[in-house]
């Protein structure tokens, strides 16, 4: 066990953890942030995308002794009242259908839109290509990501 | 409007006294998400009046609407409440959902399968929203000494002309709860329709958007433990001894112990489909913790005795074998083309198709292949149980809580009453959520703690114990005259374990002879109803052969399916076709007519398929483009019909998503297994369809016949596969009859 101190969407949180311990189940188990969701375990699926300082990064093999100082956002950080353009474009399209896989989409698409505010098809299909969505709303998530840009 | 008599859930709508303002709290309860949101607050109401079973309005008009079934992603928690709220007349904005708990007094059929939530709760639901308006527009009547003949509502409000009064349904709600409820009601004619035919979005968007705990896998209670399972790694193998002294000592771990899942000898029903049944299982603070210990548990293990057991099964018994032995791919395989070439049963028999394929001048031939699928929801599967010793508090993602609420009962000894399920919303389903052991598992694992557990499936047990989606053949045989006439047409289909076949579907009824034949290959790999079952592989099967069919008879695939439609309209050949041939070429004209078939587009190429199961039509062309000598899926148009479409953005968004599930899994995925063991465990073995591969466009139209609505959760995976088989051989010149076409075969063992 140690003690941790994380910087998560904008306040401090201290944990006392295994270190090896993914941030995935340090936010999930330890601070009762259950956005951020579990879907593989390696990597492979997206469900678990957070932001580590400003990239895209997957929670569920990030141990927690490897986040250090930098900034830690989830989807319940991504903004205040949930009105980030991503957020807000989603519910604009209606991407959901079950809803599981899109925090990690959204999570995804915000860090895209933050390194290039107006990417062409081949880019939002590149960057999103590693969230995986069971249900196939893909067509839509593509939609969802161009009005976003629109709206940054 | 329609005048209707009262008889459907009639015990839906017996009055309930008026609820204090406590009541509000108790669809509340289970997460902080279910809590209404700060703008929902400002307007929440002092008091609820409960009106029926179905709904409640507050003194101010606020209405809540219980969404009785399962949500899986199918929309039923926005669109079924669509269906009372136009009924009740209500504006839509002051509406609030809430999931209805399991309730069979109350709610009929709580179930996600078989796309049938819309199409049975179509009555229902209309019945509570009516009964309702009826109630507050007596309680008005009365209360302003007019006759309620005179009395209308519009957008939650009652109004009386002549005497210019009028109320808001919140003002009525208190004596509303008081009237007795009518024996007759009249319906809204759908020309008066507000609500049903308009794009609501997703009653749960914002809180999905924001994170907010909604799933299984989210839900916490006080003092909760983690509890996960060590399973045989093969089928055909199970627990011989464990050796947990490593595992047990490690940080926070609390115990570790085996269960029998099932007890030998209680009643079981369908949906107790089980894998293996002795089970080691982990029990600790945190699900890293239970993790790491699960890796620490050495486990010896021996192969399974044969055996046969009946199991119960909607009304009748199911003769269930699972031999022993560890299996392979390749053997499934042989077994399955050996059992195609051998006697089968004989399912449908028209005419004399065996004399018309003596005199055939060509026979077409042509075999076709699907292997084990894994449900793979995106949320692995897992339940919250706090069972005490007079009661079961059981909560999470589960297709089929009225029947597992029977199951529980029977395995933990305590009384139906006792077993409390609640529904959350499931992280996918596809049918793997009807089979719920895993809510048992959790159950006995509670009960054996004496502890509220959670059990939580890591993505490799999720994918290596089984519920597959059964791995398919189907050989099709049509007999043509010498100038090219169809004289019979023959399907011989099987599989591991089960069959596919749908005998009387088209093109059953369309052919003067005409035989289907069935078969199975016994298998101790686990199967289980997956999106569409059995339509999932044979649409695609059928759709391709009429494709080749209509080439080698030299017409064009969309005229040849309305040709043998119009027959099976004018002059069917027997009696139990299952579809009507109006409605099925009514798609494909609309199809024909939206896509502008036959024009020539410069570089692409199309495939078509029709294909009709879980009572609603498809019809779906597949555009592809090559590029470096790859498939590129340019757009796939969809006509459907699925009667009057209540929710057009959801439904939309079902149907796309139907699409790119069956060219994702036609394409991509497989279940392959060596000495019984599968050999793919995880998303980086077992391939999903990505963004990349997407269709680059999807258009979706609605065939627009105001007929009673039926659902769209399955019928738009099934001929997709089909479609696409089809462009591929335009695009390559080659035919493509195994699944996956895109994964080189050499890689699927």
């Known amino acids: 066990m140690a003690t941790f101190n994380l910087k998560i969407n904008g306040t401090t949180k201290t944990v006392d953890v295994d270190p090896t311990t993914p941030l995935l189940w340090v936010l999930r188990d330890h601070l009762d942030m259950v956005g951020t969701k579990f879907g593989c375990g390696i990597a492979s699926c997206g469900a678990c995308t957070i932001h580590l300082d400003n990239t895209a990064m997957r929670a569920c093999v990030l141990p927690i002794s490897a986040v250090g100082d930098q900034k830690i956002t989830t989807i319940e950080g991504l903004s205040e009242s949930g009105d980030h353009p991503v957020q807000k474009a989603w519910l604009e399209h209606d991407v959901p259908q079950c809803g599981y896989c899109q925090a990690g989409q959204i999570m995804t698409a915000a860090a895209l839109l933050k390194e290039n505010a107006n990417p062409s098809d081949e880019e939002i299909e590149s960057a999103m290509n590693g969230n995986l969505c069971r249900c196939g709303t893909y067509t839509r998530i593509k939609a969802a990501v161009k009005t976003a840009a629109k709206n940054m | 409007m329609t005048l209707v008599k009262i008889s459907h859930g009639r015990r839906s709508f017996i009055k309930s006294s008026a609820l204090a303002g406590g009541g509000m709290m108790i669809g509340f309860s289970w997460l902080a998400s279910c809590k209404p949101t700060p703008e929902q607050l400002l307007t929440m109401p002092k008091e609820w009046f409960k009106i029926n079973g179905f709904l409640k309005i507050g003194e101010n008009g606020v209405v809540t609407i219980m969404s009785p079934n399962p949500e899986i992603g199918q ?120 609500i049903i035919g308009t794009s609501r979005n997703n009653v749960d968007g914002q809180k999905i958007v924001t994170g907010k705990p909604l799933f299984g896998l989210d839900y916490k209670k006080e003092g909760m433990l983690v509890a996960m399972i060590v399973h045989p790694p093969a089928f055909g193998l199970k627990l011989k001894s464990f050796d947990d002294a490593t595992a047990k000592a490690m940080p926070g771990i609390k115990d570790v112990f085996k269960i029998d899942v099932y007890k030998e000898g209680d009643e079981t029903q369908w949906c107790d489909t089980i894998s293996f049944n002795e089970l080691v299982v982990v029990v600790g603070n945190t699900t890293w913790e239970v993790m790491n210990a699960k890796k620490a548990i050495t486990c010896e293990w021996e192969q399974i005795k044969s055996k046969e057991v009946e199991v119960p099964f909607f009304g009748s018994t199911m003769k269930v074998t699972t031999p022993a032995g560890l299996e392979n791919t390749e053997d499934h395989l042989a077994k399955m083309i050996a059992a195609s070439k051998s006697s089968a049963t004989v399912v449908r028999k028209d005419g004399e198709p065996e004399a018309a394929f003596k005199k055939a001048a060509t026979i077409l031939e042509r075999s076709y292949t699907a292997p084990f699928l894994a449900h ?56 793997r959520r009807l089979y719920g052991h895993f809510l048992i ?73 005409y035989l289907a034949e069935e078969w199975t290959v016994v298998s101790n790999v686990s199967v289980g109803a997956f999106r569409a079952p059995g339509s999932n592989f044979i649409a695609g099967a059928e759709q391709s052969f009429l494709d080749e069919l209509a080439e080698t008879m030299g017409k064009d695939p969309i005229d040849l399916r309305l040709e043998l439609l119009e027959k099976a309209k ?165 035919r493509y009859y195994d699944q996956p076409f895109l994964v080189d075969p050499k890689l699927m063992g």
């Open chain 2, 75 to 194: 929309n039923v928690k926005t669109s079924m409440p669509m269906i009372v709220a136009e009924e009740l007349d209500v504006d839509w904005k002051y509406v609030i959902v809430e999931q209805a708990p399991l309730d069979t007094s109350i709610f009929n059929r709580q179930l996600a399968g078989g796309s049938q939530s819309i199409r049975h709760g179509w009555e229902g639901l209309r019945m509570a929203g009516v009964t309702a308006r009826q109630m507050l527009k007596e309680a008005a009547a009365k209360a302003w000494g007019v006759p309620v003949s005179e009395i209308t509502t519009e957008a939650s409000m009652i109004h009386h002309k002549n005497s210019g009064k009028s109320a808001g349904y919140g003002e009525m709600a208190s004596a509303a709860a008081n009237i007795e409820v009518p024996k007759e009601v009249k319906l809204k004619e759908i020309n008066e329709y507000k």
């Open chain 2, 441 to 513: 598992e959790a159950a006995v694992i509670s009960q054996k703690m004496n502890a509220p557990i959670k059990l939580i499936y890591t993505r490799e047990d999720d994918m290596t114990t089984g519920i597959y989606r059964p791995a398919y053949h189907a050989t099709y045989r049509a007999a043509l005259d010498e100038n090219k006439n169809l004289l019979a047409f023959h399907v011989k289909t099987g599989g591991v374990p089960e069959s596919s076949l749908s005998a009387n579907r088209f093109p059953a009824g369309a052919v003067d002879n």
């Open chain 2, 570 to 734: 004018t002059s069917p050949v027997g009696k139990d076709n299952d579809y009507e041939a109006e409605r099925y070429a009514g798609v494909l004209q609309l199809i024909k007519e939206k896509s502008g078939w036959g024009k020539d587009l410069a570089g692409l190429h199309r495939g078509v398929a029709a294909y009709f199961c879980h009572n609603t039509y498809v019809a779906q062309i597949v555009e592809i483009e090559m590029k470096d000598n790859a498939p590129i899926i340019k757009k796939v148009t969809a006509a459907v019909d699925c009667g009057l479409v209540i929710n057009p953005v959801a439904a939309t968004n079902l149907a796309e998503g139907g699409i790119i599930d069956g060219i994702g899994h036609g394409s991509y995925s497989a279940i392959t297994l060596k000495d019984g063991v599968p050999q793919q465990n995880n998303f980086n073995t077992y391939r999903l369809i990505r963004h990349r591969e997407a269709p680059k466009e999807i258009e979706v139209h609605f065939v627009d016949n105001k007929k009673d609505p039926t659902g769209l959760g399955e019928p738009l995976n099934p001929p997709v596969i089909g479609a696409l088989a089809n462009a591929l051989y335009k695009a390559t010149g080659k």
């Open chain 2, 376 to 431: 793979s929801t995106l949320e692995p599967m897992n339940f919250f149980a706090h069972v005490t010793a007079d009661k079961a508090e059981l909560v999470g993602p589960i297709q089929t809580p009225e029947f597992m609420e029977k199951s529980a009962s029977t395995r933990l000894g305590l009384p139906l009453e006792k077993i409390d399920i609640q529904m959350t919303r499931m992280g996918g389903g596809f049918g």
